[in-house]
């Protein structure tokens, strides 16, 4: 259930005020539209819009005023002449200019007011009067008229919206009430549309009551600026941003379908807004849609608009293309149906022929992908070779219809030559070439003074706007986390669907490629499409197959919003009371994101003369303290020694990217987490004309892990703190060896702790540093050695120093040639990071990979598939990249304006610097003017987080994949299965998807998957999911005591299955010389007599029986035997000597019958004692076996063995009594227990000794 503080859909007059606005030659009357603080009106808790009243209700309301005013303004005429005539009488020393002028008013009013004011018409009276046009009953009346006169014209702009015209000819009134023609619909119903499709490309439109219960219209404000306007001095502007960025473009071409397809008539350069900080794009003003008049007969009526792109669309995204396809058209339908105003929608309804013609519409688009498709004009990423074809397209079309014109003949016909309005009235061919051309007339207007051009920054202060929608700031985090949580389910529920969309996607490949066959047939495609009625045939039943199947995946993606949506409702109430929460004390989470109204580029007047202090580190930065807070402060690489200028080409890339690094990651880990990751940006040094970089320590940072170690031992071992001490004053780190590391070995491993050398973070900390982990990934950053991360606060751990971002350490002097550098895993270089074993390094081979060198605990686990999901689902990395990119972009900018050889060798390093950056990440730059250059550059890396946060999915789902394989293969229970058929379902699933055509983590060199390392000891592997169980159960066994056994058994298995099925010759031949005429069959019982050794030996293992149980225990058997062995022969004894007592009648005589027990009792000894030696003889074979392999005992409490001395007096381990229950039976403390059924040997030995 919604909250009582979320937005409604329809809007309620108590949760908005009205404002007036300037509404003058407006299409219709608009307002300020204002929430009173309980609700906002936008779903991203937007706080203000535009209302609109519909038409009919407005002119009924200005019609309804015309008498009363008109009427005013007579009386006010008939004032105006008495006042004029008293002036006459009264004024002695007037001019006789003055005179004249006064006198000629009064006659020409006298003569209108006796005549009853015929025809009346106040621009003419204003005419003789100019004076009194500011007079209050004046003005009232020329606003109302302008008001009248701009409903005119708004009902001839919207003529082609339906069937007959809404003005009688004679009278030009509007036909009130016959006809409304419901604006306000058509505003909510375009939005509609745009939810439906998903495109996301318009203001979000509303309905809203007001206070007499009559329907509002109301546009939730955007993000960003129109691409044109009219300035506060009436100039005009164009904005000056990257229009050929791929979101820029995307946003377009998505605005130019989805208008097509509402039959929008209104749309231009100045209600298209464009976020110059995300290339966000949102088209406003969008009622002048759905009409009933076909499109074709619309937009090339005598008179029509010239705004409407004439043509279908020229390119379109992949995904927007998937949209429209999978749309059935009775959705659409049914959508558009269902609009009305307020309360109950009965009112204000589309007519059908209007749904209809967008029915239409939509089937024409869906048609038109397939035509686009063909020619490879839908694209996965716009890029600057669509937007120069798009540019080029539209000058060649205006130019051409312009060369037509008589006022061109003979005249060289070229955008420069032409006008502004003639090159503007031409017809457009996408909302792209739109644009470019009001940057041809821009430059016109600026020549001829009436125009001017702004960079976003500019027109900001122009428009006296921020560029933002004003968001209530708790439900504004409210929507964050809601819209994180919703991914997140969604991401879940998808996965759980993995085996339903594989085969889809399955499918729909084959169908795309049964297509593409027959669009170029070959012999026996024409044949095999006979029975489908020829190729063409074929060709639509499949491409309609394919519709279907687009359908049945929307229809999935459907059903899974709608049960994501029913836990995000269910959640609600706690993510408000964290939204609030997380608002209140936002000021201790670190500073935010640099803000658009921020200055993107630093002044460094604050920090000359400041004395740096060395922080460490090879890059000779400095710390510096600036009001109170410490700073670190890199200089140019010119300051540098000659081997780090050689190293980097004497440029500063290692500075300059981790700026963008930097913030990159701060915008990629959110408000909560944002104080993890410090303030980097570039300062400007006007003195010296050197960028410096700068980052601001964080907030409660206690040192590095190191400085974390340290403290941590010393609370263990306080003796610690008398060691001798480094150059840099900090004890030593010594490990268990008592050698000497540079750095902590940081364990993530929940089971391990902190011991000699060896840090162990757990809980929040150990889930920072797998954050930290996954931001370095994406930043291709390989530098993560444990002096890079900071100890905030003492449970969480922060991330500082991106200087080798953008693959810096796998790309220095030596790269492949010493083993190394490079990306060697090309197809994904997040899972390259993990499992690299070496980066470039001065050792020829290269240097052990950071990663494995300093951390445990950072393969395969839920945990770090939840660090790798976090940074690879975060919508906000390429916020982060634009305003590192501002940052350079303006610097740049302001240096060329400068234009001094100090000004053009700095602007020489900024571009030669990111350059290299560009370079490093496999992306050389083809750029050359300064401007070019740097937007190439952010272009590129804009592509590079973008795939690096594709190909980090992946990743993540591997290690999730391989993290549920580990808690499988360790859980005991699961010993035996069949792998992999009784592998989970979820591990099935996860590899059926990973496994894809176009995944990329695929293997490369063979079947299945290229996996993640596991552990410093192991290499990454490849192969497919049954190969790398049985691969890794080897290895999780290991982590038990059985696990050497088991693995044992596994082999010894193996071999004999290849004994029993299929024996070679050889086989044969050796098992007749060990086992004589048994052969095979000898050599079977003699694997079988070892798997019994061996599962006894996994079984004491597992039972936590350790090696010395096991020889403590053969000791006690041997001891048992010697004392059975001595009890046998004292018996012999006494039966020796009662037998001769017997013989000699001697002493007591025994009977016959005593003699038997005796013999009886004998036997069971002897019986005993064969049973201890054959448990000395298997005890000893499990003992030698445990030895061999290493089989240790499981981790349990450990088991109480007795003594020699104790013998039986204590219960030995269950194990054991199981193996010697015989002679336990048999004997007590120092012999057979009394009263047992074996021979009383105490009670016999002290009977014959007495004699």
Known sequence: MPLDNEPTDIVPSGDFSLESRDNQGQAS??????????????DGGETRGI????MDDV???????????????????SEIRDE???????????????????????????????????????????????????????????????????????????QPLISRPLSHPETQELDLGQQDVHLLTRAVASSSVDRLLGTDVLAQEKFGTDEHGQPVGISVQVDGLGVMGTLPNTNTYFMDVDYSSHNVQKGLYDLEALDYITGQIDRHAGNIFIDPETGKVHGIDNDLAFPQ????????????????????????????????????????????????????????????????????????????????????????????ETYDEAVAHQEKTSLDELRKLDSYEGVLVTVESVTGPHLTSTSKTSYVGTVALEKHVSDKNIALGTGESHTPDSLKVELDTTGKALRDPDFQEFSRLTENLRQQERQQLTSMHTPQFAQL???????????????????MDTLRAIPKGGVDSARRELEQERVGVLQEIRDLEQSIDTRVEQIVDDAKDDLWLTAQFNVVFDEQLGPKPLQPSDPHYGSFEDFRGKKAVGAGGATGSGRVKVDGENFQLKSSIAHSGAGRRWKSDGLNHENYGEVIATNISKAVVGDLNRHLIPDVIVRQDERTHEPKVTSRYLDNGRGDLDDLYRTEMGKLDPQLALNPRDKNGKLPIIDENGKTKKHAYITLDPTKSTSPGVLALKDEAAQDVRRNIALSALMGDHDVNPGNMIDVGGTRVGRIDFGHAFNELITAPGGKMTGGGGVRFEQNRILDFFNREKVSGGKLGGDPSKLWRDYDGVGPSQEMATALREVAKSEEALDGLVHAKAQFTDLIADLEAEGTPEARKEIEDLTKSLARISKNVGKPVTSTEPGDVAKEVFQNLDTFVREGQQQMTDVANLCDMQARIDTFLRDPANEGKKIPDELPQEVKDLYQKLNQDG????????????????SKGEKAVSGDLESYTKARQQV??????????????????????????????GDHVKAFFKHGTDGIQGEIESIDKKIATLKLAAEQAKQGVTMQDERTQVQILKESSQTLKQEIEALRQDMGGRALNNFHKIGVQTSEQEFAEMQRKLEGLEQAREEVKAAIKKEEGVLSVREKLGIKANPKEPLRVPSVEERFDQEVPKVKLERSQSVRDLMGPKGPKPGSDGPEVTRTRSHSTAK
């Open 29 to 42: 009357v608009t307002f300020k539209a204002q929430s009173r603080g309980e609700r906002p009106l936008g």
């Open 1036 to 1065: 999780v066994r290991l982590e038990r005591g059985e696990g050497p056994a088991l693995n044992e058994i596994d082999k010894l298995e193996a071999r004999k299955a290849q004994l029993q099925n299929n024996p070679s010759a």
């Open 84 to 158: 004029i005539q008293l002036a006459l009488l009264t004024t002695e020393d007037m001019g006789v200019e003055q005179r004249q002028k006064l006198e000629s008013q009064v006659v020409y009013l006298n003569k209108k007011i006796e005549a009853g004011w015929p025809d009346f018409d106040m621009s003419s009276v204003l005419t003789q009067i100019p004076e009194f046009a500011g007079d209050r009953a004046i003005k009232r009346y020329t606003d109302l008229d302008s008001a009248l006169k701009g409903q005119l014209t708004t009902s001839e702009t919207i």
């Open 293 to 384: 008049m076909d499109r074709g007969e619309m937009v090339n009526k005598q008179g029509g608009p010239s705004f409407p792109v004439k043509n279908l669309p020229r390119y379109m995204h992949e995904d927007t293309a998937r949209k429209i396809e999978s749309l059935r058209p009775e959705e659409l339908r049914e959508t558009l149906s269902n609009i009305g105003y307020p309360p109950d929608g009965s009112r204000g309804k589309l007519t059908e022929a209007e749904i209809e013609g967008s029915v239409k519409r939509l089937q024409e688009m869906q048609q038109h992908v397939g035509t686009l498709r063909n020619e490879g004009r839908v694209v996965k990423q716009f890029n600057k």
């Open 51 to 54: 209302a609109k009243r519909e």
């Open 999 to 1014: 995944s990329s983590v695929k293997a490369t060199n063979g079947e299945g998957l290229q996996f993640m390392k596991n």
């Open 505 to 523: 996607n399955s499918r729909l490949v084959e169908l795309e490629d049964g297509i593409a066959k027959l669009k170029d047939p070959g012999r």
């Open 59 to 77: 002119r009924r309301g200005l019609l309804g005023q015309v008498d009363e005013v008109t009427q005013a303004a007579k009386n006010r005429l």
